[in-house]
């Protein structure tokens, strides 16, 4: 009878085991040059989910789950989404994230693609923000050569369903 009531309790642990989605944060410095509505007050922001954590000595693209970008005046997130974001990064031999490249295209306020990037790699250390027109980008605010800084949430629980 007891080895059946420990089998039963391990049954039951596992049947509520949790699976983890760890989120990224970025904050980007202000930038350093804006057209209105945006302000050299504002900055770039990014909260990314990941279904895994980024392992140490990592250099690839990772899978977002879910994410939010805010450039201070407008969010970007899936439901605005025109195409999957983008998010190439490199980690330490600790899984700290020191080089990436992040890039969004959705729709803005106006109607219109918006593109939202941050990039600190060999070949750019930027955030920016950009609005389109009819056959190019606008640079609406940007900040170059002082890059941000990621940080790592604690993993989010999510139970499994069954």
Known sequence: MPRLLIISA??????????????YHYKGRAYQSAESP??????????VTLAHQIPP????????????????????NKRDAIQSPYLYVETDDSGV????DMQVLS?????????????ND??????????WGRTQCFTMADNTNL?????????????RVR
């Not at 690839?60 to 450039?71: A, H, P």
């Not at 994230?97 to 990436?100: A, D, H, L, P, S």
């Not at 729709?107 to 990039?119: C, H, K, L, Q, R």
């Open 147 to 159: 890059p941000g800084h990621w940080s790592a949430g604690q993993p989010v629980k999510v139970a």
């Open 10 to 23: 391990l049954a039951l642990a596992a049947g509520n085991a949790f699976a983890g989605d760890y989120v």
């Open 57 to 76: 000595d990592y250099a690839g693209t990772v899978k977002i789950k879910s994410y939010r970008l805010f450039d201070g005046y407008y969010t970007a």
């Open 122 to 131: 060999t070949q750019a250390v930027t955030d920016d923000t950009c609005w």
């Open 97 to 100: 994230i020191t080089g990436w």
């Open 107 to 119: 729709t803005n306020p106006n109607g219109t693609m918006a593109g939202m990037g941050s990039e």
């Open 38 to 47: 945006y302000t050299t007050s504002m900055r770039l922001k990014a909260d």
